[in-house]
């Protein structure tokens, strides 16, 4: 299995509140990604990074930015989460040359 | 744009009974595809791939082919198993300036009943 750690696992937060989830991978990929997964819509991608400070954004951008620092640390922030920000948050990695990415395990986030 | 379209489940089995999740797809230029897998609480999981037409992806059992002529990668198994019971989900990949992108299906949840 990729080395793809996500923290925390499982978060409860209040609406207005800022929330950041964290990927840190031990594989030294250069890309990594942010999706979220709900209901009949499969993953959808809310911004990636093809390098450290390289960032841009996917489909569902609109409340989320992003920041990578290191090439092993990916952070998701929510600056004023939301209901609609209900939903499991995954985080993958890819290498240079590869059609394939490797997610991690997941956050579960409850917007209240 | 890209899309999957895969079939919306669940989709119910018996054990030891033949598996069909179909998954078509529209893309520009000449995407990549794949088959992931999500148990209950995980995350998701490579099944297989196909990196070009006529390619057959196949891993534990299962089985894919990538048909540029129908545009399907149609998931396929011989004898299921209770412990296949997941989430499938299609996605194609398509190469751009920051990294492959991918493009997923809602998923088809498999239930399979001893």
């Known amino acids: 299995d990729a080395g793809i750690t996500q923290s925390p696992r499982h978060k409860v937060t209040e609406t207005g509140t800022p929330v950041t989830l964290r990927c840190h991978q031990t594989?030294?990929?250069?890309?990594m990604y942010w999706y979220r997964q709900d209901p009949g819509h499969g993953l959808r991608l809310i911004h990636y990074?093809?390098?450290?400070?390289?960032?841009d954004k996917g489909e569902v951008s609109d409340g989320y930015s992003v920041s990578r620092s290191k090439t092993e640390d990916f952070l998701l922030t929510l600056e004023s989460a939301t209901s609609s920000q209900t939903s499991v948050y995954f985080c993958?990695?890819?290498?240079?040359?590869?059609?394939?990415?490797?997610f991690g395990p997941g956050t579960r986030l409850l917007v209240l | 744009g890209n899309s999957v379209t895969q079939m919306e489940g669940p989709v119910t089995l018996s054990e030891e009974a033949f598996l069909t999740i179909n998954c078509t797809y529209t893309a520009t230029g000449y995407p990549s595809l794949f088959w992931y897998v999500q148990y209950p609480g995980e995350g998701l999981q490579l099944l297989l791939k196909a990196t070009k037409a006529d390619d057959k992806g196949s891993n534990k059992g299962f089985e894919a082919t990538y048909r540029k002529e129908t545009t399907s990668f149609h998931l396929e198994k011989g004898s299921v198993q209770v412990s296949d019971s997941a989430v499938y989900f299609c996605?194609?990949?398509?190469?751009?300036?920051?990294?492959?992108?991918?493009?997923f299906g809602g998923g088809t949840r498999l239930m399979v009943k001893p």
């Open positions: 990074s093809y390098g450290v400070k390289d960032t």
């Open positions: 993958a990695i890819s290498e240079v040359g590869s059609k394939t990415q490797y």
């Open positions: 996605a194609l990949s398509v190469y751009m300036d920051a990294g492959n992108m991918l493009t």
């Open positions: 594989e030294n990929h250069r890309y």
